[in-house]
């Protein structure tokens, strides 16, 4: 009977096994649905370099029952705050005002280390790699979604388009869309050892640019850099030059970490984003989440943070003995709103934080230090409204604070 049972469940088909979609899988799987991961690489060794996971994506690895387990494996970030581009502090921030203000504390790990939790999580046999795929069709109330493979077709009732930034799924299913444009300007990205010197985790707004460095657990540290530069720009010699030029003047550590550098880990992206949302995100029985539904700039760091969230609000309105065009329109209903509004407050902040104009940045400086002043909180509230999310279902960790133990720990 349980295998019959297996057998008649419906059939999930996520294209992509990045972030989004691995959590994707897991929540429907963890429901009842029978889940195939279609990834076009041959590994899954993740293009980038750290990840910062604020207290609402943590909720939502806390349904999955994974929440503890990412935050034993992280690094927490406790006092830090903004600086100017000689070193003075602009806003200071306060481990204990971050758990006030958001309900729980930010932690950063490597990408690595969260995808190889996230594939532990999933049975081997859900996941294919080397697959490529499109949507031939989105689906309907009278027949199913079909995915084209190379190995042949696949009938789905349901497909989660968690192919990235250039989405075919979103192509196929929005063609009119303008898609992904340039958001003015480009990042670097990368994991060196750790400073000689200890340092509160900071982000540092210059002039036209930004540094973020930030601890993992391991001994190392995520930093990265953005800069306003026409689109296609690249470095004459090395990235790493690049980043000499530019930023090498910066207060301490940010010299350091840049000579403790090796080229070839240094990862460069122009960043672009869908300015403009979407109508839905999703269309007959496909579903799209992360990236594909709403690529984001990264100035509040919630790219990977959406994605996590949109796999858990997923799964939840898609129950597989419920009714799946419902249960889609519940999705869009949820997250179409509260993602649009993150990525043009995330386009806004990156318009702030990159200011060239002398006057324009002596302003802005003197704004936030004055905000900090009147309100030691006040700038981390602007970001509550993100982080004190939570999910539509309860979490299967211990308790509403699930994590306490393992963040006393790291913080003794």
């Known amino acids: 009977m349980a295998g019959a049972a297996r057998r008649q469940a419906p059939r999930a088909v996520v294209v992509g096994g990045g972030i989004g979609g691995l959590t994707a899988a897991i929540a429907l799987h963890r429901s009842g649905w ?27 690895l806390d349904v999955l029952g994974l929440g ?128 000689r010197k200890p340092f509160e ?61 090796a080229p070839a880990d240094i990862l460069r992206n122009d960043v672009r984003h869908l300015i403009e949302p979407l109508p839905a995100h999703h269309r007959g029985r496909t579903a799209l989440l992360g990236d594909a539904a709403h690529a984001m700039a990264p100035t509040l760091g919630q790219g990977g943070n959406q994605a996590i969230e949109d796999a858990v609000v997923l799964a939840h309105h898609l129950a597989p003995d419920s009714d799946p065009f419902a249960g889609l329109a519940a999705y869009s209903a949820a997250r179409v709103p509260r993602t649009t509004a993150i990525v043009r407050q995330s386009a806004r902040t990156a318009r702030l934080n990159h200011l060239t104009g002398g006057a324009l940045l002596t302003l802005r400086d003197a704004l936030l230090r004055t905000a900090c002043r009147i309100g030691p909180d006040l700038i981390t509230r602007g970001f509550a409204t993100i982080a004190d999310w939570r999910p539509p279902q309860p979490p299967y960790a211990a308790g509403t604070d699930a994590g306490a133990q393992e963040r006393a720990s790291a913080q003794r």
């Open 34 to 60: 029978r889940v195939t991961v279609l990834e076009r690489a041959t590994s899954l060794e993740p293009v980038g370099a750290g990840i910062g996971l604020a207290p609402n994506s943590q909720r939502a």
């Open 68 to 195: 503890d387990r990412v935050r034993a494996l992280s690094a927490w970030q406790g006092a830090g705050g903004v600086r100017a581009q000689n070193g003075r502090w602009l806003v200071r921030t306060t481990s204990a005002a971050t758990e006030r203000e958001f309900g729980g504390g930010l932690v950063s790990l490597h990408r690595a280390t969260l995808v190889d939790l996230l594939v532990g999580a999933l049975p081997a046999e859900c996941l294919r790699l080397g697959a490529e795929a499109r949507l031939a069709d989105p689906g309907g109330p009278c027949h199913r979604a079909v995915v084209a493979t190379g190995a042949g077709d696949i009938e789905a009732d349901l497909v989660v388009g968690a192919d990235g930034i250039d989405s075919r799924v979103r192509a196929a299913l929005f063609p009119a869309h303008p898609g992904p444009r340039y958001a003015g300007f480009t990042a670097w990205r990368l994991v060196v050892p750790a400073p």
């Open 201 to 261: 985790p900071h982000e540092t707004w210059g002039r036209g640019g930004v540094w973020g460095t930030h601890p993992v657990k391991d001994g190392r540290v995520y930093a990265y850099a953005t800069a306003r530069v026409p689109q296609g720009s690249r470095a004459p010699d090395s990235e790493k030059a690049e980043l000499e030029r530019r930023f090498a003047r910066w207060h301490d550590p940010i010299p350091e970490i840049i000579a403790g550098a």
